[in-house]
């Protein structure tokens, strides 16, 4: 029974703390069944190199190195007692080490452990002066001090050259500055030219620091006293022969002598090809004067016709003319083909090759070569194709050549080079004879290992040396056994003594006694003396169990199992296997028992689980062998995730008025008891559906799928689909449809319904029933239901009746009171039917021009501008009488009466407007305190640039920030003008509302209350009025009015402070305080009577509707 080694113990709070230098430190430590883990922390300053060795175990334990989250940097987790080790380089922080028990048993252990830290930061700057340079603020950080750095190592590149060593820095000095290492460096007698230098730090420990480089440049110093003259009457002629030229009379003139002359250059181009640079000439001596020769020469070019460019430089960097020559160059055959031929074991090497070409090395194309043993025929062999220089006085040309595995024999080997042109050099010709000898002194010691034993020192003579050997053959034989042939050694490598080694070991043998015979046989079949020895394999406990888990659906199939047994596959009984899910206890689950090997020597076996739940789970396996021994212990987690439900079918018989499931198989990867229920629904006719059944018992079949019972009475006549959902307890499911049919049972006879009992037209009762079915009916149920008239194109006078049936009953149909007005002005007419009311015999098209006005605003105020859809909310932020502005016509009275209701009353602003969804809103007004509504939609009149023109007038109408209550509303107003009660000019259009009217219309419009209009002036009348709830607007005189006053315009009372006895009064028509006309005016009584002649006041304490 596994157990669980989990301590619960927060390493962080429970480890002990290690100081670390440079030094190894030793402690010693135990873990056992009480305490499995041993914690230590480990604190790191900076970037370092980190080691821990956990060694003198008792019994297995491992060690892992982990961050300070507590994830894992490194582990070390060899079987049985080998010592663990772990070695990293890490950033600084805080580390934990972890000692892990593995076996079931008292483990003391010893832990070594040391640090470095790496050098950092390393840096410099590079100061230049004419043609030397030395390092300034040189930088090393390392926190073992300046004692820890052994050297600094420098290279240097020129502009257009190659790296090269510059130099070492050994001595160091502290900075007190900033705790840094410094250093001294100098460059000196450098070129003119742009230097690339770069070094890095390396410390005691072979850590190196970052590389640090810097640029910089060199210029040439001219003394001023003298002035450089460049190099002048470059002159030679060419000479050519051997494959290649040689410079005659070759001088050069400077007038500022030998010692200004820097460098002859040369550039070479064969015919067809690109320049190339070779070799400068640099070595001059005086001819006459300032005029100064050197010599020059270029060997081994291949044939063809060449064009040399030279052109000379002083230190200045002066230049000459270019002098340009041309020569050719002929090809010459290869000569003086040579070489030695050395026998070694069964073949040869050729030693001391040689060849000449004058036209050089890559003129050569091959050396043939031809082999004849004695009495046989020549054979073309392998060319030699690969040659270097011998880089000898001569300039010869060398190649690699060796011919093996020879039988014995006399031979005679001839050869010849040919260049590229196919010209050959003088043939060589060399006998040689190979020999053969048997194998000799056959030795070797043994020991024992798990399961077999590993020869040690094995070694056998073979005079025709290593290829000579062809194999060592073995035979063994278990006591009381037949001997058998096992593998052989074929592989072997030379020992320094001039003996053969070899390695051998046997593995995976059962325990017993045996005894091993070895022959060494060579080529020619020759053999050595057998040699015979004894040894004992002693049982082994099987090892190195492993494996990975693959989720499939509803379970696990293990992959990449692994189990390893010295004594062999056939050693092996079990493996054992565990299972814990969730917080439940262990589960002993089937075992492992047929194993197959694998190429690596280690066994494989097959495994997996199914029907398995969601959940967490731990996974504990161990193998065991014959002598009941047991490895090591393999606990692995996995996640099972909840699969769907996959299968669901059943048949359907039916018996009268009955039926019942058969052949019912549902199946859930994560098994039975995942399976939470199965709903059942039927639907009869294509009618609706109606849930018959939730079934939660199930059994399993035999094949592993799950069944359950259902059957149900009592079905009528008819064509019915039943339609089953299995759900699992994540709630993911599969679903299944079926088809039957109910045929001899004698129907009940229904009762009619109200629908049956009142409405006459078959569709609209239909309709009208299943809209119902939620016992309401709202605005879209109301549509559609008006929408079945057309189903002819004509509108008859049944289908009127039974509209006016649905309106009559609009109680009882749960039609809301704003869905039945806009009905009911379809239905049974109303003056703003400009286009005729509905009647008997009317059009499809006159029922949608109907529909189309009322419920979805089709039909919008006449206007001079263009209408384009608003973006927006109905309100942002609440609503607020700031929200109010007029735009381009006279509906102040209107506009005012919105903000002085709003002040007092704001529910009844929001409540005016239903948002529709469908980007209308139906707008709610009073004719006589009776509700009454209009819809709009969201198209607004624009002007040229996009902005709207009436209320909210300058506002962009694609602006997603626009407030659109104050705007819908005004539009509304409009088009309830057309129905001529709200005393306007009776026309569905802005400006039917824009020539002026009285508050009072507009309180009782919007409120619903009765209103006073022209009220004489009054301070205690307009204060009880106003403090009482009503809603207050004065009218201005037509003249003699202050200057930020409007004239015949209406205000908005919105405010009355009763310690100051001002009134707080809102023009609708004015933007801000700062307009000529103020937007707010804070007046006394005094003023109010100086400045309006009139104000208008519901009468009925408005509060709130």
Not at 91 to 99: C, L, M, N, Q, S
Not at 249 to 278: H, M, S, T
Not at 455 to 478: P, S, T, Y
Not at 683 to 709: T, Y
Request: net charge negative; hydrophobic share 35%; glycine share 8%.
């Amino acid at each position: 029974m596994p157990i669980d080694i989990g301590n619960g113990v927060n390493f962080p709070d429970s480890s002990t703390y290690l100081h670390t230098t440079q030094e190894w430190t030793t402690i010693e430590g135990k873990v056992n069944l009480n305490n499995t883990d041993n914690y230590y922390s480990v604190q790191l300053s900076s970037r370092s190199y980190f080691e821990v060795v956990l060694n003198d175990l008792s019994d297995n334990a491992d060690v892992s190195l982990l961050s300070n989250d507590g994830s894992q940097v490194a582990s070390s987790s060899l079987s049985g007692t080998r010592n663990e080790s772990i070695a990293r380089v890490l950033d600084a922080g805080t580390y934990f080490i972890e000692v892990h028990q593995v076996d079931d048993a008292e483990i003391s252990y010893g832990l070594e452990y040391r640090s470095n830290h790496i050098p950092e930061q390393f840096q410099f700057k590079v100061e230049t002066v004419q043609g030397d340079i030395s390092l300034t603020d040189t930088k090393i950080f390392d926190a073992d001090g300046a004692g820890d750095i052994r050297k600094v190592d420098f290279w240097l590149k020129k502009e257009g050259e190659r790296w090269g060593k510059a130099g070492i820095v050994t001595e160091f000095n502290h900075n007190s500055d900033d705790g840094s290492i410094g250093f001294d460096y100098n460059i000196d007698n450098l070129e003119e030219g742009k230097y690339y230098l770069w070094g890095r730090a390396t410390d005691n420990f072979g850590y190196r620091s970052n590389g640090w480089g810097q640029i910089f440049e060199v210029t040439n110093f001219v003394d001023p006293k003298v002035e450089n003259v460049a190099p002048s009457r470059l002159d030679f002629t060419i000479e050519s022969s051997n494959g290649g030229i040689k410079l005659n009379d070759a001088r050069v003139y400077d007038a500022n002598g030998i010692d200004d002359l820097e460098r002859v250059a040369f550039q070479l181009k064969k015919q067809g090809g690109e320049w190339i640079e070779i070799a400068d000439a640099t070595d001059f001596k005086q001819v006459d004067g300032n005029l100064f020769g050197f010599d020059y020469g270029i060997s081994s070019l291949e044939a063809g016709n060449y064009e040399l460019k030279a052109t000379a430089y002083d230190k200045a960097g002066e230049s000459s003319e270019s002098l340009r020559s041309f020569f050719r160059i002929d090809n010459l055959a290869p000569s003086d083909l040579a070489f030695e031929v050395e026998v070694v074991e069964n073949g040869i090497r050729l030693t001391d090759t040689k060849v000449f070409d004058a036209n050089g090395i890559n003129d050569l194309s091959r050396v043939d070569f031809w082999l004849k043993k004695e009495s046989g025929n020549w054979q073309n062999i392998e060319d030699a194709v690969e040659f270097r220089s011998n880089q000898d006085e001569y300039g010869s040309i060398g190649f690699d050549y060796s011919i093996d595995s020879l039988e014995k024999g006399n031979y005679t080997l001839w050869a010849r080079a040919r260049d590229g042109e196919d010209k050959y050099s003088n043939s060589k010709q060399a006998t040689f004879n190979i020999g053969n000898a048997a194998p000799s002194q056959l030795d070797f010691n043994f020991r024992e290992i798990s399961g077999g034993i590993e020869l040690r020192n094995a070694r056998v003579f073979d005079a025709d040396g290593i290829n000579d050997l062809e194999k060592v053959d073995f035979q063994l034989q278990k006591e009381g056994g037949e001997w058998i042939d096992i593998e052989d050694v074929v592989e072997f490598s030379q020992n320094n003594d001039g003996s053969i080694g070899f390695g051998y070991s046997i593995n995976n043998l059962e325990q017993g006694n045996y005894q091993l015979k070895a022959t060494a046989i060579d080529k020619a079949g020759e053999n050595s003396e057998t040699l015979t020895t004894y040894f004992k394999v002693k049982n082994a406990a099987p090892t190195d169990l492993l494996f990975d888990i693959e989720t499939i659906d509803g379970g696990i199939r293990l992959v990449d199992t692994q189990v390893y047994d010295a004594n062999g596959i056939a050693d092996i009984t079990r493996v054992d296997f565990w299972l814990k899910k969730d917080d439940e206890g262990w589960q002993d689950i089937e075992d492992a028992v047929d194993f197959s090997e694998n190429a690596d020597g280690s066994f494989s076996f097959n495994y997996n689980l199914d029907s398995l739940e969601s959940g967490d789970y731990v996974l504990w396996a161990r193998s065991r062998d014959k002598s009941d021994s047991y490895g090591n212990v393999e606990q692995k987690s996995f996640s099972i995730k909840n699969v769907a439900p996959s299968q669901l079918d059943f048949d359907i018989q039916t018996t009268g008025g009955r039926i019942e499931l058969t052949n019912v198989r549902v199946f859930d990867a994560n098994g039975i008891d995942d399976i939470d229920k199965v709903k059942l629904w039927l639907q009869k006719d294509n009618g609706v559906k109606q849930e018959v059944a939730d079934i939660s018992q199930f059994r399993k079949n035999a094949d592993g799928s799950f069944s359950f019972d259902y059957n149900l009475d009592s079905l009528q006549n008819g064509n019915y689909k039943l339609l089953a959902r299995i759900n699992d307890k994540a709630n993911e499911y599969i679903e299944l449809e079926k088809s039957f049919q109910i045929t001899g049972v004698v129907p009940p006879q229904p009762e009619k319904d109200w629908f049956e009992r009142n409405i006459i037209d078959t569709e609209i009762r239909n309709k009208t029933r299943t809209l119902f079915s939620d016992k309401t009916l709202n605005r879209n149920d109301m549509i559609a239901i008006l929408e079945d008239a057309k189903d002819n194109n004509i509108v008859d006078a049944t289908e009127i009746k039974d509209f006016r049936t649905i309106l009559s009953n609009a109680s009882y149909l749960g039609i809301d009171d704003y869905v039945r007005v806009l009905a009911n002005k379809v239905v049974n007419g109303d003056t703003a039917n400009k286009s005729g009311n509905l009647q008997a015999g009317s059009s499809s098209e006159q029922l949608d021009k109907l529909i189309n006005k009322w419920f979805r605003g089709s039909e919008r105020p006449q206007t001079a501008h263009t209408y384009q859809y608003a973006q927006g909310s109905l309100f942002q932020n609440g609503i607020s009488h700031d929200d109010i502005r007029q735009g381009y016509i006279n509906n102040c009275f209107f506009l005012a009466g919105l903000g002085a209701t709003l002040v007092q009353s704001p529910e009844i602003i929001q409540n005016m407007f239903i948002d529709n969804g469908d980007g209308t809103f139906t707008v709610r007004f009073y004719k006589n305190g009776v509700a009454d509504y209009v819809t709009v939609d969201r198209y607004l009149p624009t002007n040229n640039i996009g902005n709207f023109v009436y209320a909210n007038a300058g506002d962009y109408h694609g602006n997603a920030n626009n407030e659109l209550w104050v705007t819908l509303a005004e539009k509304a107003y409009a088009q309830l003008n057309e129905a001529e009660w709200i005393n306007q000019d009776g026309t569905n259009s802005y400006n039917g509302i824009g020539n002026a009217g009285y508050l009072s219309d507009a309180f009782k419009h919007i409120t619903g209350e009765k209103a006073a209009l022209g009220r004489f002036l009054s301070f205690d009348k307009v204060v009880n009025a106003f403090q009482s709830g009503e809603v207050v607007g004065f009218g201005s005189k037509s003249g003699g009015v202050a200057s930020n006053i409007v004239t015949s315009h209406a205000y908005a009372l919105v405010d009355y402070n009763a310690e100051t006895q001002k009134f707080t009064l809102l023009n609708p028509w004015s933007t801000d305080n700062n307009a000529v006309k103020s937007r707010t005016l804070e007046l006394s009584w005094s003023e109010i009577t100086s400045n309006f002649s009139y104000w208008d006041s519901t009468i009925s304490n408005v509060v709130s509707t």
